[in-house]
T-cell receptor
Framework: ETGVTQTPRHLVMGMTNKKSLKCEQH?????MYWYKQSAKKPLELMFV???????ENNSVPSRFSPECPNSSHLFLHLHTLQPEDSALYLC????????????FGQGTRLTVV | KQEVTQIPAALSVPEGENLVLNCSFT??????LQWFRQDPGKGLTSLLL?????REQTSGRLNASLDKSSGRSTLYIAASQPGDSATYLC?????????????FGKGTHLIIQP
């Protein structure tokens, strides 16, 4: 248990569906992150939120839409995805200052059919 | 742009051996470097965090070192056990300011043979 919880753990969706991934942290952190992990590639940073404001969008397609309603919750809204978007999506949290440890959730395994 | 490389990509050793995993990064302007462990299909478990001002950190059988000037970090695992089998990832946090994300290497897939 890392203090970061992601739901659902597994998700299968069609290309025309709309779904959302949820992340919640119980560590009192004020920065949250979405990462994508595809086979044979390093983890890729998608979005960074600091103090509930988005501070970085790593050129992610608009079919991925993040939402951070408060410092403990982070969502990733998905719509009209492509099969190549199938991957493990990981959420992480830390303090906004760069010198603190990052903690990750267990991830959501997404399959787009 | 920061790039992180891990060598070797895969390693298989008998139980009980001491081993070293290597990580290099191209931009030495980092806040810290973090080592993680990932079991198949699971999330990341933080192992050690080394601040840019530190030379090494130890936790149990694990020791991580950092040479920021040369852009290198190593993870030393003593007396390896089958339970250590996993993928080990290193990640650098750049000092660009704000809540910067981590830049990851591709990992070292480690198998400890019983």
């Amino acid at each position: 248990e890392t203090g970061v919880t992601q739901t659902p753990r597994h998700l299968v969706m069609g290309m025309t569906n709309k779904k959302s991934l949820k992340c919640e942290q119980h560590l009192g952190h004020n920065a949250m992150y979405w990462y994508k992990q595809s086979a044979k590639k390093p983890l890729e940073l998608m979005f960074v939120y600091s103090l509930e404001e988005r501070v970085e969008n790593n050129s992610v397609p608009s079919r991925f839409s993040p939402e951070c309603p408060n410092s403990s919750h982070l969502f990733l809204h998905l719509h009209t995805l492509q099969p190549e978007d199938s991957a493990l999506y990981l959420c992480a949290s830390s303090q906004a200052q760069g010198w603190t440890e990052a903690f990750f959730g267990q991830g959501t395994r997404l399959t787009v059919v | 742009k920061q790039e992180v490389t891990q060598i070797p990509a895969a390693l298989s050793v008998p139980e009980g051996e001491n081993l070293v995993l290597n990580c290099s990064f191209t931009d030495s302007a980092i806040y810290n470097l973090q080592w993680f462990r990932q079991d198949p299909g699971k999330g990341l478990t933080s192992l050690l965090l080394i601040q840019s001002s530190q030379r090494e950190q130890t936790s149990g059988r694990l020791n991580a070192s950092l040479d920021k000037s040369s852009g290198r970090s190593t993870l030393y695992i003593a007396a390896s056990q089958p339970g250590d089998s996993a993928t080990y990832l290193c990640a650098a946090r750049d000092s660009g300011g704000g809540a910067d994300g981590l830049t990851f290497g591709k990992g070292t897939h480690l198998i400890i043979q019983p």
